[in-house]
């Protein structure tokens, strides 16, 4: 053990290297005081300089009501801006194809399709993900889009007229506006014979445990088959739902079908014409029709 | 190297500055292969890219091209499309094993004659050499006061270097886009290659930083390779090595000669100092193997030609092992073992690694398919209680002709099968056209009726049938049913 002490003021020579030392020592092993390589100091100061040159230049305070904005007028909305543009640039060309196509023929040309559907899975992820789902795959009272069951049609031109004007959006003159009455509520039939109507229905669509009776039939005559139909298969005219398939939008047990009946209402869907443009609308419609539900 | 080799600094100053190397010209067989090998690189890196290779109408005819817009890599006859960027691993993996064997054999011969960084520098040597005069004359003009002659040279050592650097970075563009077109454009002052013109003056300046300012820094600061090699190497491996054994203890000429009749021993060195003054980075190997020294040999040479000139045998200096020096010493003799586990596994793993690459080169299908189940939703149900299932498959076509691909499937059965835009044929076939050289992808749905007999998973398979060759590709995915 060395008698001298660490971080003694001893500084001296090292006879080796002949280079000074910082005088830190520890269990005899003494810290040389070499020297850094100037290319490496010069580096440290540029940076720096850097570092002061980059604050004055870019927003970088905070202040209570904002912040500092910096001298060369950078800001990050403006760049998104011009990146805005410029995407819209390299997009030009499709747009304006898709565009003048007419929408039955897009789906014919493999390089426009696959274009109009990477657009069309944006425009949906942004504007119609929050209620049908990611991937269209709907919810109870918010329908799939995948599967081939439509209320309003799913041909292109009935899928681009319900992008368009939307489902019972009163603030769109064209929207569709058809609804089911609420026969409870507004006592058109008492409880009973809503119970039987619903047992005749679930009757109709094969569904475990639904009873079909006279008294049903008629009453779904008299009261339903004007929109749903008299053989309840639904129409696409009124959105009235085809009630013999397997699917269901609210659901299918007896309570949720006679609560339906009861209560009457349906789904309501904005209108985005004037909130989408043109291409980005072709390209939902296209889109949503290639989901694999398109008729 | 120790920090007194790399330059003083006067006490309590916060840096040292870097210590001006002079390496003195050198003649001899080392020297000589140094040239041969940079002729022999420079050649290659310079005029690759004016190798013509016939790829037939529509695909480039440069044999090595990188075309970054269409996401292709040409290399002579092999094309490399982005999904099979595990060739480049593959030679990546080939490049370091080729390394650690060239260092388990003759340490850092790479550093020394291969290296980029020393090829350049040995070329920027040159230049200087050739204006400003040899190691003694550069440092006599530095130390000395500035007269016009000087700064004349000075102007045109650093223009040529200059002209290098632009001439290297010119080289490099070339490799990313069709080589005369190119050199017509930036000779011609053509718009809307401001990238090319961006990359030649990144590559000019840090070739004219690294070759002409930084030189040996680079290999002892910058450089990760004398770490790792530090930590690969082991006592066989032969290094450029003063054989101290032979040379110790110095002494001058008249004084060794004088012992030698005397019949006492001598050492062959007379300290003469030749290895030190031709050593680009500045070491003096008499000292050992030190980090700095990147194996050119250059000292080899030097001091042979002073063994020459007093009348002793060559290779005081020599590619030489430690342990053989110590062998010799005791009067053992030495030796030397080129074959040893580490040579042979990397010798083994570079033969396999290259036959894998051969092999899957030459058995590679011109034609791909790929298959991505949709997520969300995984399942859907019908109206009628069929569920289907929605796949994006890709098809591609890696040759130089249109080719239609038929898509069939099998595993689920009486599946019913559409793709989204693709009409099926009179017999009901799914037929896919994929224009030369391209991918398409298509939306498929798969259908099936009986469903719900299978809960959970099906395996499925998805063929595509080149029709004219009816050479096919399956890919394996699943039906999900809820
Ligand atoms: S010591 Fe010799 S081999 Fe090593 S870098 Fe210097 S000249 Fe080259
Ligand atoms: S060149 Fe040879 S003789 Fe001269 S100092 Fe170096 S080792 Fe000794």
Redesign the interface.
């Given at each position: 053990m060395s008698t001298r002490q660490a971080h003694s003021d001893a500084a001296r020579?090292d006879p080796h290297?002949?280079?000074?030392t910082t005088g830190h020592e520890w269990d005899g092993i003494e810290e040389?005081?070499?020297?850094?390589?100037?290319?490496?100091?010069i580096t440290f100061y540029a940076t720096i300089l850097w570092s002061i040159g980059y604050f004055l230049a870019y927003p970088a305070l905070p202040t209570l009501s904002g912040g500092t904005q910096g001298l060369i007028g950078w800001h990050s909305r403006a760049s998104v801006a011009r990146d805005m543009e410029q995407l819209n640039e390299i997009r030009g060309p499709v747009l304006e194809r898709l565009a003048n196509a007419p929408l039955e023929e897009i789906?014919?040309?493999?390089q426009l399709?696959?274009a109009v559907?990477a657009l069309g899975a944006a425009a949906f992820a942004n504007n119609c993900a929050g209620c049908h789902?990611?991937?269209a795959?709907g919810a109870k009272g918010y329908p799939?889009l995948?599967?081939?069951?439509w209320l309003w049609g799913g041909k292109l031109a009935d899928i681009r007229r319900t992008i368009e004007h939307g489902v019972r959006w009163d603030a769109d003159k064209e929207t569709r506006s058809e609804t089911m009455p609420a026969f409870g509520r507004d006592g058109m039939l008492d409880a009973k014979q809503i119970s039987i109507v619903a047992d005749q229905v679930r009757a109709m669509a094969k569904l475990p445990g639904g009873k079909a009776t006279p008294q049903g039939a008629k009453l779904f005559d008299d009261n339903c088959s004007v929109c749903h139909g008299v053989d309840g298969k639904g129409n696409h005219d009124m959105g009235a739902p085809?009630l013999t398939?397997?699917?269901w939008l609210f659901g299918s047990d007896k309570e949720t079908i006679a609560s339906r009946i009861a209560n009457g209402g349906g789904g309501v869907m904005p209108a985005w014409k004037d909130r989408l443009d043109e291409p980005t609308i072709k390209a939902l419609t296209i889109y949503v029709h290639?989901?694999?539900?398109g008729e | 190297m120790t920090s007194a080799d790399m330059g003083k600094a006067k006490s309590g100053s916060l840096y040292a500055p870097r210590k001006a190397i002079y390496p003195k010209e050198v003649e001899g067989e080392f020297r000589r292969i140094k040239w041969g090998l940079l002729a022999f690189t420079l050649s290659v890196y310079y005029l690759l890219p004016f190798v013509r290779w016939d790829r037939g109408p529509g695909a480039p005819s440069q044999a090595v091209l990188v075309d970054f817009p269409h996401r292709r890599f040409y290399f002579f006859f092999i094309e490399i499309w982005p999904q099979e960027v595990y060739y480049l691993t593959g030679l990546l993996i080939l490049a370091a094993l080729v390394l650690f064997l060239m260092n388990a054999l003759a340490g850092r011969v790479w550093c020394g004659y291969l290296c980029p960084q020393t090829v350049w520098t040995d070329l920027y040597l040159a230049a200087e050499r050739w204006i400003e005069g040899d190691a003694r004359e550069r440092a006599r003009k530095d130390a000395g006061p500035r007269s016009a002659k000087i700064w004349r040279e000075k102007i045109a050592k650093h223009s040529l270097w200059l002209l290098i650097a632009w001439w290297t970075g010119g080289a490099w563009v070339l490799y990313f886009a069709d080589a005369p077109t190119l050199v017509y454009a930036l000779a011609t002052f053509q718009p809307g290659i401001s990238e090319a013109y961006i990359w030649i003056g990144i590559l000019t300046f840090t070739t004219y930083m690294l070759a002409g300012h930084m030189r040996e820094q680079v290999c002892l600061y910058m450089c990760p390779w004398p770490r790792i090699q530090a930590a690969l190497t082991d006592e066989y491996a032969l290094n450029v090595t003063y054989r101290y054994d032979r040379g110790e203890p110095r002494m001058s000429l008249k004084q060794a000669s004088a012992l030698r009749l005397a019949g006492a021993p001598a050492g062959d060195c007379v300290d003469c100092g030749q290895c030190v003054a031709v050593c680009p980075t500045g070491v003096d190997i008499r000292k050992g193997a030190s980090f700095g020294c990147v194996q050119c040999g250059l000292c080899i040479d030097a001091c042979d030609a002073v063994m020459g000139k007093i009348g002793r045998s060559a290779r005081l200096i020599a590619y030489d092992t430690q342990m053989n020096c110590d062998r010799r010493r005791k009067g053992e003799a030495p030796v030397y073992k080129p074959l040893r586990a580490r040579t042979i596994i990397y010798a083994a793993l570079i033969l396999a690694i290259g036959a894998l690459m051969t092999a899957k080169l030459a058995t590679r299908e011109d034609a791909a398919l790929s298959v991505l189940h949709d997520r969300n939703p995984l399942a859907v149900t019908l109206k009628d209680g069929s569920i289907r299932n929605a796949y994006t498959i890709r098809f591609a076509n890696m040759s130089a002709e249109p080719r239609r691909f038929l898509l069939e499937t099998s595993g689920v059965e009486d599946a019913e099968v559409e793709i989204v835009g693709v009409e099926p044929d009179i017999e009901g076939r799914m037929i896919v056209g994929v224009g030369a050289d391209q991918t398409r992808e298509t939306r498929v749905l798969v259908t099936w009726r009986g469903a719900r007999r299978a809960k959970g998973q099906t395996p499925i398979l998805f063929t595509s049938k080149e029709l004219e060759s009816d050479a096919s590709v399956t890919m394996r995915d699943v039906f999900v049913t809820p």
């Open positions: 020579i290297s002949k280079t000074r040389l005081d070499t020297p850094l390589p100037r290319w490496w100091v789906e014919a040309r493999p399709l696959s559907r789902g990611a991937g795959q799939n995948n599967d081939d069951d085809n398939d397997a699917l290639t989901l694999g539900g | -």
